[in-house]
């Protein structure tokens, strides 16, 4: 590539001088100059000089149409998040797993499962029937000695591998009743109007690992069986699930096509409001991380009256909306590239000297171009950063984004640099 520090040059400025000429390093410098001028230019264009007041309009068109889309954005990403996580048993059973995980979660959920097993079952009894006739006296006072360390032993037992794949069966049949149910494949009366999680399994088996028969089936229904959704809110929640997948589909479509509309009305202003895209998109994200953040908080404080208890209420909360903050941060991601793309293509003086170092090749060699970009995006599905990254469409979407991009530049260059030379052209030129 091009060094203005080769130590050829001084001889070859020398020469040029002599001969009245601009001197190589002067002409790249003008070269420089001139593409900053020009950019700088395209920046500072008013669309209003030309006599008429359309432009002008059109420029606060474009800008309505970017806070729009922004507004759009954030409702998307809230919209997809819901999707992902309350209607794909998978991804509910898997958060709900990872809620059973957190040591905070389990020592709440072992001290509410011993409460409600002595409130709800004589285990003296229970141990009595199990013992040898001579220790049966001995059953009330170790069901009471039990009751001081079951605590401990039933967080140890939701630790256990296999408790915990019970709980995630559990929590994913509760799902599949509740989708199936809400989107009209499934009649609620046959369960007596109500989806349930059922905790009878979980609870035979932390009764297991204290040493007690299984008396899942001994728990009232309100203890074994917890209540998603009664068949009086049936319709309001089938409205919202209409609303919610109508939305995911919808927004994610109409997201994107705002945003390129704003692009393609700038004209003269495009590569300034692609930059504007990019920190609305950035934007989006974050406004979403910090919502998140102060609706956690505020819940929390809302709804846990017991001060011990919220330290779970958070870690609930942080968990279950663990993938709002992956579908924001994937809009991040996205918007960063945009910025840096936008600032790429600008006046800045370390964006115009590396167009101009980049230039030959991108000119002179169109094949091996996009060839390192198909790589960099290759090695970019290979890591999947966000999920839309993983999946065809979106993969298909990225490339053509990546290729169309690259060509712009390509062009963009060859206007701006139309002499520069590889290094190795240029030594060997007399």
Sequence with gaps: MIDDASPDRPADDAAASAAGEPTPAAARAQARAAARADAKAEDGAEDGARGGEGPRERRWLVRLIIGVATVLAVVAIFAVWANRQLFNPDNWANT???????????????????????????????????LPKELKPLAGPVAGALQNVAVSASERALANARVQEVWRKANRAADQTFIAIVEGKGPVATNGGVVTLNLASVVNNVAGHLGLPEVGSKLPASVAHVTVLKSKDLKAVQDIVKALKGLDLILTIIVPLLYA???????????????????????????????????????????????????????ILSIATGMLSEVAGAFVIVGV????????????RIAVKARHFIAPFLRDQPVGT???????????????????????????????????????????????????????AEAASP
């Design 261 to 315: 509309l704003a692009i393609f009305l700038a004209r003269e202003r495009r590569r300034r409001t692609l930059m504007s895209v990019g920190i609305a998109i950035v934007f989006a994200g974050l406004l979403v991380f910090a919502a998140r953040a102060i609706l956690q908080h505020a819940v929390v404080n809302s709804l846990v009256k017991v001060e011990a208890n919220k330290p779970t209420g958070e870690a």
């Design 96 to 130: 709900s797993t990872k809620l059973l995980q957190n040591e905070k979660i389990r020592a709440t959920t072992s001290n509410y499962l011993v409460n409600q097993l002595y409130a709800n079952v004589n285990v003296s009894e229970e141990l009595k029937s199990r």
């Design 370 to 424: 996009f060839a390192i970009v198909g790589v960099i995006m290759l090695l970019i599905f290979i890591w999947g950063p966000i999920p839309a990254t993983r999946k065809p469409a979106g993969i298909i979407v990225f490339l053509v984004l990546a290729f169309f991009g690259t060509e712009v530049l390509r062009r963009q260059t060859a206007r701006e640099f139309p002499e520069a030379r590889l290094a190795h």
């Design 337 to 348: 590239p945009l910025i840096a793309a936008a600032w790429f293509a600008g006046p800045a």
